[in-house]
């Protein structure tokens, strides 16, 4: 575990205040009451497990009101995570609308949210076991929202090389079975990855601090389609961008990742309990087409004269 700092922004520098404030009513904060017994409870039952090897990608399902636990079995690894509306996949995770809602990085009790038209969250986090991570001398904090999945055209157009077993091919090979393809890849959460802006305001990435038998946990609040690719930087202690020729420090670094879901077993816990429904907004976005539908005859000739006739 990195060194955790107090205050990193040392006591001159001002903190406005967030942006986005969650009114009462809204879906926006979660029941820390609600998570914290789904967090704690052992009435949980083992539904499914796998183990995902090194420079691969699998997709599984998660049903709504069930908790999925990611972990690092054998050590270090960065995972990057993509979810789905498992009955929509038009409704994905909206990295960037989280990242402003919560944080750049993000832990338990945070929600990760679905893009529009639908905005809600998709999962809520129940357990992190880096939570006391906190920020490393560098300001680093751990399970990114600001940066995306690496991906062979980037790679391409750094290096001059070709690699087929980025994050982004990963995902893609994995959710094959379910019909979806390259364009359904969005940008992930990076799971026990820890990143940071430096002091030219340029991303950077830390070497994972996760140990054997680290867990990051969420609660589905819908069903979900999830995706998981393991990181071919492993834990991020030799990062490069990868080349065909020569050796590969970073396959050194790189070791599987752990999935597993849960089901409550005691239904009690789950009440109160419902299904976030998608954003009410029923606007047309400013569009007046309701007023051809009110008064046709009216508003057209308005609109056209009294060279046409209209019923
Ligand atoms: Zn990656």
């Given amino acids: 575990m990195a060194q955790v700092i107090a205050n990193p922004f040392g006591s001159s520098t001002s903190n406005p205040v967030p942006a986005y404030e969650a009114f009462k009513t809204s879906l926006f904060a979660a029941n820390r009451t609600f998570y914290s017994t789904i967090s704690s409870t052992t009435s949980r039952e083992l539904v499914q497990s796998f183990t995902l090897p090194i420079r691969s990608g699998r997709a599984w399902e998660i049903p709504a009101g069930h908790i999925c636990r990611i972990t690092t079995p054998e050590g270090p690894q960065v995972g990057d995570l993509n979810i789905w509306n498992l009955h929509n996949p038009r409704e994905r995770f909206w990295a960037s609308r989280t990242r402003q809602l919560h944080a750049a990085h993000v832990t338990k009790f945070d929600r990760l949210w679905s893009c529009l038209p639908y905005l809600r969250p998709l999962v809520t986090i129940t357990g992190d076991s880096l939570a006391k991570y906190g920020y490393d001398p560098a300001r680093g904090r751990v399970h990114d929202l600001l940066g995306t999945r690496c991906d062979p055209y980037v790679n391409q157009m750094l290096s001059g090389e070709s ?119 029923k606007g047309m976005h400013g569009l007046i087409m309701a007023d051809f539908e009110k008064k046709p005859a009216e508003v057209n000739k308005e609109a056209y004269g009294s060279k046409i006739k209209f019923p």
């Fill in 163 to 281: 690699f087929d077993y980025h994050c982004h091919s990963n995902l893609t090979r994995a959710i094959m079975p379910y019909g979806l393809t390259e364009f359904d890849v969005h940008d992930v959460l990076n799971v026990f990855q820890v990143t940071g802006l430096n002091k030219d305001d340029k991303y950077f990435m830390q070497p994972c601090p996760a140990d054997k038998g680290d867990y990051f946990e969420f609660f589905a609040e819908i069903d979900l389609l999830c995706a998981l690719s393991t990181c071919p930087g492993g834990d991020l202690s030799k990062w490069g961008w990868a080349k065909s020729q020569g050796g590969d420090p970073m396959l050194e670094c790189c070791r599987p990742l752990g999935v597993e879901v849960y089901k409550i077993t005691d239904p009690n816990l789950l009440d109160g309990w419902k299904e976030p429904e998608p954003s009410k907004y």
